[in-house]
């Protein structure tokens, strides 16, 4: 081929170029291994040295064309690979976003993270007992005898074998006595079980129970305990009072109220005492020696008062747009 119509064909071809891959096609086709201006620069040596200086000089021309045309190639096709992202990757700013809906943690498991927190900060022990459990741990360890009336309270759901569903969760201050001895600092979260259903009352709910025994324990200690939580759960400016009630595992006993700030009432909140000795030696440890108090909240009504809940079976009802609130 003549230098003339390679330089003619060159230009035609670089014109053509629309891919990187097509460039390396090109790049081959002129001055690899048996490329043309290859091929071409090989005669060199096959004419009369007198024709080789000129030649020669239109070879290299030849070249710097072939080079100034593989430079803008290049350039122009990586503009374009460019160009091909942008638009490729474009946001469109205006779009509306993707929604993602998130779970959340349910009204109870919050309110008795809370509790356990406070209790967990202050060095209580988390204690976790069974929801089937004995007559025995259920009543008479806490000095409820198979006759007293404080059962008939209860609504026990029982079971055919003679165990039952416990029915709060002070069974689980014996097993603790039991199990770790004295001094001792529990709190237990649970689920308990009433044969009872209406607007404030579900026959599965959950209660915290608190147990503290050591030597010299006084009502000073449960009231001071009972009063710091109720500032950190409820608020420091938070009316507390304590009345007086009965309770046979513990003497003497209370049930703690505090004023409703907006409907200007007292509420209950949670039942409390000094462990009655009885229930310190059936657990197994001396009375004359240990000393505790105790208390029970139910975390539901806990809950109702944080997160001021109508009815209480909202908080089961798997109701989205309620657990979403
Ligand atoms: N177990 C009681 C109930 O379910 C609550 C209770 C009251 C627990 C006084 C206590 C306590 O530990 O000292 O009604």
Redesign the pocket.
């Known amino acids: 081929m003549d230098l003339d119509a390679l330089k003619a064909n060159l230009k035609k071809d670089f014109k053509k170029i629309v891919s990187q891959e097509e460039l390396n096609q090109l790049k081959v086709k002129y001055l690899g291994k048996k490329g043309q201006i290859t091929e071409l620069s090989k005669n060199i040596k096959n004419l009369p040295s007198k024709e080789r200086p000129t030649f020669g000089k239109k070879i290299g021309e030849l070249r710097s064309l072939y080079e100034s045309f593989l430079g803008s190639a290049q350039e122009k096709i990586e503009l374009q690979i460019i160009n091909e992202s942008l638009e490729k990757d474009r946001i469109d700013v205006t779009l509306p976003g993707s929604y993602k809906s998130q779970g959340k943690l349910h009204p109870l498991t919050i309110t008795t993270k809370k509790i356990a927190d406070f209790f967990s900060s202050k060095g209580y022990l988390i204690e976790d007992g069974p929801e089937i459990e004995s007559d025995y741990y259920n009543f008479d360890a806490l000095n409820i005898p198979k006759d007293h009336p404080a059962r008939d309270m209860h609504d026990t759901f029982y079971l055919e074998n003679g165990n039952l569903l416990r029915t709060?969760t002070?069974p689980v201050?014996i097993r603790s006595i039991e199990k770790r001895g004295a001094p001792l600092k529990i709190i237990c979260p649970g689920k308990v079980y009433r044969s009872d259903a209406d607007k404030t009352h579900t026959p599965m709910f959950h209660?915290v129970?608190g147990l503290v025994i050591n030597e010299n324990v006084n009502f000073g200690h449960l009231k001071n305990e009972i009063m710091t939580f109720i500032d950190f759960f409820f608020g420091p400016d938070t009316k507390v009072r304590f009345r007086p009630s009965y309770?046979p595992?513990?003497e003497p006993?209370a049930e703690v109220d505090i004023m409703d700030k907006k409907s200007n009432n007292w509420l209950e909140i949670m039942?409390?005492?000094l462990v009655h000795p009885n229930v310190i030696d059936m657990a197994g440890l001396d009375s004359k020696k240990f000393s505790g108090f105790?208390?029970?909240m139910g975390i539901e009504r806990m809950a109702k008062l944080l997160y001021e809940i109508e009815d209480m079976r909202s908080l089961f009802s798997n109701d989205l747009k309620f657990l979403s609130q």
């Open positions: 709060h002070s201050q209660q129970e309770f595992f513990t006993s039942g409390c005492g105790a208390f029970g």
